[in-house]
C-alpha cells in the first residue's frame, strides 16, 4: 500500500523536497497529549533536534508541547515560534557562554546539567545577571538500549551526563550556591527504541537513584526521563502512529514518581518521523552488470541518515502504477555511500518519476549540508500547497 500524496501539486516544483502531512502531525500531536495528560504532572516537551522547520515548529507549539533544545540557534527558533521560556528545557555536553545567557535572559525552565564545570558556568554567568538558573542534572545510567551504537546515549562509556557516583556530591555543590537552583534529574538513554524493556529498565534504576536520594533527605522536583520512543520504519502507511499508549504506560507502571514530583519526557523522533517524505525526482535508470540502479537528484546531503546509521526508509515511486522491478536507489553525490537503499522492489522505474523516501520527517531537512556545492532542500507543509 502506497501512500497518499498531493501529486498535482508536486509537478513542476523543484526536486528535492521534504513534504510534511500536518495532519498526520496534528493526529500524532492529539494521540500524545491524549495518553500523557491523563496525568497533570506529566509534561512533554518536542526534542527541537528532530525538525526545526519554522512551520512545524508553530504546529507543535499551538499543541501546547514544550520544547527541549541542545543549542542556543534551538532556543532562539523556539522562542521565534511562540514557545515560552517557561516550557523550554536545555541539555548538551558543550553549552557555550552565549548560549547560556540566553537561557538565562528567556528565563527558561531549567537547563539540564552534566559536568561540574558547567554548573559552575551557569552559576557565575546567572550572578552577573542578578538571577537564580534552575538546574537538574543528568545522570548517565549506565542502562543500555537496544538502538543502533551511534546513538546509544546512556551507557557510562558515553560522553553524556553525570556519572552516578558523583550524583550525590554534585547536588551538595548546587546547594552552596547562590544562583542555581537544583530542580530535578534527567535520563536519556538514546533513540529510535522499540522495545519498552528498555525504558522499564531506565524505570528501575531511576527508582533505585530516588530512594539512595531520600536516605539522605534530598528532595527531587521533577524528573526527566528524555524521550527515545522509535518509530515504524518500514511499515509508514500501517502504522503511521507510535506506540505512545505502550510508552507511557510503561512509565506509569514501573517509575515510583513521588506525590510532588513532575514528570517530563523529551519526544522528537516519535512526533515527526512518520509525517515527513523526502521527495526526489529520477534522474537516469542504469542497468548495471548485475542489478539496476534509479539514479534520484537528492543525496546524502538532504537526508544523510542512510549514510551515516545505514538507516532504512521505505520508498515509494508516486508517479507508477506498472509492475514492480529492483533498483538500488541512490543519489549523486561523489560518495560511495551515497545509496538510499539496496534492492528495493519499486513500481517501474521511468525518468521523470517521482520517489518519495517515507519516514524522513526527523533528522532529515534539519542534517542537510550543502556537500558538493549543492542547495539545501526546501520543507513544505500541506498548507502550502
Known amino acids: 500500500m502506497k501512500g497518499t500524496f498531493p501529486t498535482e501539486h508536486f509537478e513542476g516544483r523543484e526536486t528535492p523536497f521534504y513534504y510534511y502531512d500536518t495532519a498526520l502531525l496534528r493526529e500524532t500531536l492529539r494521540t500524545i497529549n491524549r495518553e500523557a495528560g491523563k496525568h497533570d504532572n506529566w509534561h512533554v516537551h518536542y526534542a527541537i533536534k528532530a525538525n526545526a522547520n519554522p512551520k512545524v515548529l508553530n504546529i507543535i507549539c499551538q499543541a501546547g508541547l514544550g520544547a527541549d533544545c541542545v543549542s542556543g540557534g534551538e532556543i532562539q527558533a523556539c522562542v521565534d515560534a511562540g514557545f515560552p521560556g517557561s516550557k523550554i528545557v536545555f541539555a548538551g555536553v558543550g553549552k557555550s557562554d552565549w548560549e547560556i545567557n540566553l537561557g538565562i535572559d528567556k528565563n527558561i525552565l531549567c537547563f539540564n546539567v552534566e559536568s561540574i564545570p558547567e554548573l559552575e558556568v551557569i552559576n557565575s554567568l546567572a550572578a552577573k545577571k542578578g538571577k537564580v538558573a534552575r538546574v537538574a542534572f543528568r545522570i ?17 562509556e558515553n560522553k553524556f551526563g553525570i556519572a552516578m557516583r558523583d550524583m ?3 547536588i551538595a555543590m548546587a546547594a552552596s550556591m547562590e544562583n542555581v537552583k537544583f530542580t530535578g534529574l534527567h535520563f536519556h538513554i538514546g533513540s529510535q527504541i522499540l522495545d519498552m524493556g528498555d525504558f522499564r529498565a531506565l524505570c528501575n534504576r531511576i527508582n533505585d537513584l530516588q530512594d539512595q536520594l531520600e536516605r539522605h533527605r534530598i528532595r527531587v522536583e521533577s524528573i526527566n526521563v528524555g524521550g527515545g520512543l522509535g518509530v515504524d520504519y518500514k511499515h509508514p502507511n500501517r502504522l503511521p502512529l507510535p506506540d505512545f499508549k505502550a510508552y507511557f504506560g510503561t512509565f506509569e507502571r514501573h517509575l515510583r514518581l513521588r506525590p510532588w514530583q513532575t514528570l517530563h519526557f523529551e519526544l522528537g523522533r516519535a512526533v515527526v518521523a512518520q509525517m515527513g517524505s523526502l521527495i526526489t525526482k529520477t534522474l537516469y535508470v542504469k542497468q548495471g552488470a548485475t542489478k539496476q540502479f534509479a ?43 551515497d545509496v538510499f537503499v539496496k534492492a528495493a522492489d519499486l513500481n517501474k522505474v521511468h525518468r521523470g518519476d517521482l520517489l518519495a523516501i517515507r519516514s524522513a520527517g526527523a533528522y532529515g531537512e534539519i542534517m542537510a549540508s550543502r556537500y558538493n556545492c549543492r542547495k539545501m532542500p526546501q520543507g513544505f507543509i500541506t498548507e502550502d500547497f
Do not use: M, W
Open 140 to 156: 548517565n545510567p549506565d542502562v543500555g538500549a537496544h538502538t543502533h551504537a551511534n546513538i546509544t546515549t546512556g551507557l557510562a
Open 168 to 170: 550525590e556530591d554534585v
Open 295 to 337: 539514479i534520484v537528484d537528492a543525496g546524502f546531503t538532504d537526508l544523510i541518515r542512510p549514510a551515516l546509521y545505514q538507516a532504512y526508509h521505505k520508498i515509494e515511486n508516486i508517479s507508477s502504477e506498472e509492475p514492480c522491478e529492483t533498483y538500488d536507489v541512490v543519489g549523486p553525490i561523489c560518495e560511495s555511500s
